[in-house]
């Protein structure tokens, strides 16, 4: 399975982000089609700067610097506050949100959360740094509303609806939406989601989020991810299991008939599928495949504006490992990494910030 994933993340990555001005004609070369690979990888490290010079990188980063002298983050320290002075929690452990209700405001004497108004929500003012001298941050929670499901052993309450918005300085930096959650049971002890709906938008990226079940054995995902700068992707897939009581099952590849997936980012998209049930039915597992089972049970092609231009196969490199490469109309190869790089290098780089100690 491995293998596998690491071929869709290599796709994935691969769409992320693309450049609207890339026109090309609707018959490609081998030359334009690795241009326009090469393009679309550019475009998502590029799509990656922007997000982290975006305004919720920003405010992120100073949620998270550690305060001076401590190695706890200023998020953590006013959370950390709130949480000991006010009852968070419900007997049964659940988010005691109708007995929060109200507008808390940070006490920069006393170093506390002062409760300075009665609200049909819960408002947070607070300073977005360790060093700002006004509460120029607000995050409002409203809309909260959980359902009860029962296991053999327990009832919980689990979130299914609820909204919140974070503003710094007036601007709003972060949102999210949870516009229906569902779950259904998983065996006796527990139970697994079966739909969900939720947008979150991070200055300036919007991500949206659908999971259904039109049957008791198939999944629909539905994922988008963009911005106004020209950062947009796309990705549906829909997975087909072998039974609807998963709880019976004892492996991965006893548990899905097959998977298909598009991933689509402007006028490019790569189409997969990977047959599951059939490698099971052959006795071996997902991991114990070898390159040539895997071009044959999975398989992936690259389309520009609905014109194929290149498969995505695997071959056994000279260490014995498994590589990953474009095969254009031609015939001729580029492995992916020549695409890719230093993936995580180049990734810790962007956000280097995120990984220095403060």
């Avoid at 790569?270 to 999975?298: H, M, P, R, W």
């Avoid at 230093?342 to 220095?356: L, M, N, P, S």
Wanted: proline share 3%; charged share 25%.
């Amino acid at each position: 399975m491995k293998k596998v994933l690491l071929s869709l993340l290599a796709i994935v990555a691969l769409v992320g982000c693309g450049d609207k001005k890339d026109e090309l004609p609707t018959v490609y070369s081998p030359d334009e089609a690795k241009a326009a690979v090469k393009n679309t990888m550019d475009g998502f490290y590029n799509c990656l700067k922007k997000a982290n010079d975006g305004g919720f990188a920003n405010v992120l980063f100073d949620l998270l610097k550690d305060r001076k002298g401590d190695n706890e983050s200023w998020a953590e320290y006013i959370g950390d506050v709130f949480y000991n002075q006010y009852d968070t929690q419900m007997a049964n452990g659940d988010f005691n949100y109708e007995g929060l209700k109200g507008t808390y405001t940070w006490n920069f004497v006393s170093k506390k959360w002062d409760k300075t108004a009665e609200s049909n929500n819960i408002t947070w003012l607070f300073p977005s740094t360790a060093s700002s001298t006004t509460n120029n941050g607000k995050a409002v929670l409203d809309g909260y509303q959980t359902k009860s499901y029962t296991t053999k052993n327990e009832k919980k309450e689990v979130p299914v609806k609820g909204h919140i918005v974070i503003t710094i300085d007036n601007t709003k930096v972060a949102e999210m939406h949870l516009n229906n959650l569902e779950y259904k049971p998983f065996g006796e002890e527990s139970f697994t989601p079966r739909a969900l709906d939720v947008k979150i938008y991070t200055n300036p990226f919007t991500t949206t989020l659908k999971l259904n079940m039109p049957t008791d054995d198939e999944y629909l995902l539905d994922f988008s991810f963009s911005s106004p700068e020209g950062c947009a992707t796309g990705l549906r897939a829909k997975v087909k299991l072998t039974t609807n009581d998963l709880s019976t099952i004892a492996s991965i590849e006893q548990a899905i008939d097959n998977v298909s997936a598009v991933v689509m980012q402007d006028d490019l998209q790569v189409l997969a599928q990977a047959d599951v049930k059939t490698v099971y039915n052959s006795g071996k597992k997902l991991s114990e495949l070898t390159t040539k089972e895997i071009n044959t049970y999975a398989k992936a092609e690259v389309f520009k504006k609905g014109v194929k231009i290149a498969d995505l196969r695997h071959e056994k490199g000279n260490k014995d490992e498994v590589l990953i490469y474009f095969v254009f109309s031609d015939g001729s190869k580029v492995k992916a990494e020549e695409y890719i790089g230093d993936f995580e290098g180049k990734v810790k780089d962007i956000f280097k910030r995120f990984y220095t100690k403060n």
